[in-house]
């Protein structure tokens, strides 16, 4: 397996999954049309404001690299992509989020009641479908993820403000809310296509890996990212009093002084931007050594895939590290 970084700039291996992503895409608007028609034109708005289908493409990868893809594997795409969307929908209400992917959240458009209730129905119709497999262990296994997303969302709400959360903590929250269903969309489809143990597992730990470290690109993108070029609300940790990693950073590196004052602005909810944070500690380097943990995971999680045999599909998994590697970078511009 290669073991140097792609000189070229990475991307998600969109080519290699076409035809697969294709399909996923039909089943996804399938999906839709099993809703009433009283809910589905909202249901459709929902999943065409998602954004790369990443989940769907590790259950791909997963089902090439481990023995050929099945429709199988196709459908647990589906189904972790929809209850990503409908774990969307609910940030974007805790959030107050007015877009994502540059058009209005569905908080923005119908109000919170009406978000709510389509996250519920989409996140419900996700587990309705994972009835669909013949074996018991896979609906456990999607249900455990979600249930843990959950937990990770709650963790993190009833956190918020608290100052004694650790970077233990942190780390149990991010693996929860978005780990475990990265981890479920490369390990679920290992167990469908019957491998042993030991390979699931790796497979596991590749996912939660790159689920971490996503979150935490996503933590410092609200911070030092532009709503023009991202396509979504920003700066929501700050206002809602999410503790993330490059925030725990500076706090620990922070004198006294500085900390009672970012404790200060973050307790009462003053603006907190980026020329208030320079101005407070070493705000870049805080950043910078958040996104050095996220590539160190990154790497780890490359090695996680030495336990499949050579192919394009492992080395496609591969590229999706260097990809997210790539927006790592991005960031420290």
Request: aromatic share 6%.
């Amino acid at each position: 397996m290669s073991t140097t970084k792609p000189s070229s700039t990475p991307k998600i291996p969109f080519k290699l999954v076409k035809q697969e992503l294709k399909d996923v895409e039909a089943q996804i608007r399938d999906q839709v049309r099993a809703f009433d028609p009283a809910v589905a034109p909202y249901i459709d708005y929902i999943c065409n404001t998602s954004g790369k289908r990443i989940r769907p493409i590790l259950s791909i990868l997963v089902g090439g690299a481990t023995g050929g893809v099945k429709p199988d594997h196709l459908t647990i795409g589906v189904i972790l992509e929809l209850i990503h969307m409908s774990t969307l929908v609910h940030d974007d209400i805790i959030d107050g989020a007015d877009t994502r992917r540059q058009v209005p959240t569905a908080n923005a458009k119908w109000g919170n009641g009406m978000a709510v209730l389509l996250g519920d129905a989409l996140f419900s119709h996700s587990l309705l479908l994972a009835t669909n497999f013949n074996s018991i262990e896979i609906c456990r296994k999607v249900g455990q993820a979600s249930r843990e997303v959950c937990e990770g969302e709650v963790m993190q709400t009833q956190r918020r403000f608290d100052f004694t959360l650790t970077k233990e903590d942190y780390f149990h929250i991010i693996e929860l809310k978005t780990g475990a269903l990265f981890a479920a969309a490369t390990s679920i489809p290992a167990a469908l296509s019957e491998v042993s143990q030991e390979t699931e597992d790796m497979l596991y730990d590749y996912g939660m890996k790159l689920g971490t470290a996503y979150q935490i690109y996503d933590d410092c993108l609200d911070l030092v990212g532009s709503e023009e070029q991202v396509g979504k609300t920003l700066r929501t940790d700050l206002e809602k009093g999410k503790l993330t990693l490059p925030l725990l950073n500076l706090l620990e590196k922070a004198n006294k002084t500085q900390r009672e004052q970012l404790n200060k602005r973050i307790i009462e909810q003053e603006p907190l931007d980026l020329p208030v944070l320079v101005g407070i500690a070493e705000y870049e380097g805080a950043v910078e050594s958040a996104l050095d943990t996220a590539s160190l995971l990154l790497a780890d999680a490359r090695k996680c895939l030495e336990v499949l045999s050579e192919s394009e599909w492992r080395n496609g998994l591969e590229e999706v590290t260097y990809y997210l590697e790539g927006l790592l970078n991005k960031c420290r511009r």
